[in-house]
């Protein structure tokens, strides 16, 4: 989130795997990213782009099913961020905003 929030590519990247993939799920109830994000320059640019355009609030670190997560709230609406690692570095995000799914997680 640091480097996110900072800007900073070069230390962003860095965290990423070589074949990280970005999921979204919006639900068609909140926008989101349509396709997987595909790679480490891609999704480094698209992390940067949301955090320069939307306001994150309440950035707490969870855990859900033994897993490390972020909950927030990105542009007003709750979101949950899954992170999978591989070889000690982020190789999955999976971005959950659909409101529906995340009645089912107490985020608050």
Same mark, same amino acid.
């Given at each position: 989130?640091?480097?996110?929030?900072?800007? #900073?590519?070069?230390?962003?990247?860095?965290?990423?795997?070589? #074949?990280?993939?970005?999921?979204? #799920?919006?639900?068609?109830?909140? *926008? &989101?990213?349509? *396709?997987?994000?595909?790679?480490?320059?891609?999704?480094?640019?698209?992390?940067?782009?949301?955090?320069? +355009?939307?306001?994150?609030?309440?950035? +707490?670190?969870?855990?859900?099913?033994?897993?490390?997560?972020? &909950?927030?709230?990105?542009?007003?609406?709750?979101?949950?961020?899954?992170?999978?690692? *591989?070889?000690? *570095?982020?190789?999955?995000?999976?971005?959950?905003?659909?409101? #529906?799914? !995340?009645?089912?997680?107490? !985020?608050?």
């Amino acid at each position: 989130m640091r480097a996110a929030g900072g800007g #900073d590519l070069a230390a962003l990247t860095e965290l990423l795997h070589e #074949d990280v993939v970005s999921y979204n #799920d919006g639900g068609g109830k909140v *926008r &989101a990213a349509l *396709r997987p994000i595909v790679g480490r320059a891609k999704v480094a640019s698209f992390l940067l782009a949301l955090v320069a +355009r939307y306001d994150y609030k309440q950035v +707490r670190m969870v855990e859900v099913n033994g897993l490390p997560a972020v &909950a927030t709230q990105v542009g007003g609406h709750q979101q949950l961020v899954m992170i999978g690692i *591989r070889d000690g *570095r982020i190789s999955e995000i999976y971005g959950v905003l659909n409101p #529906d799914k !995340l009645t089912h997680v107490h !985020l608050t």
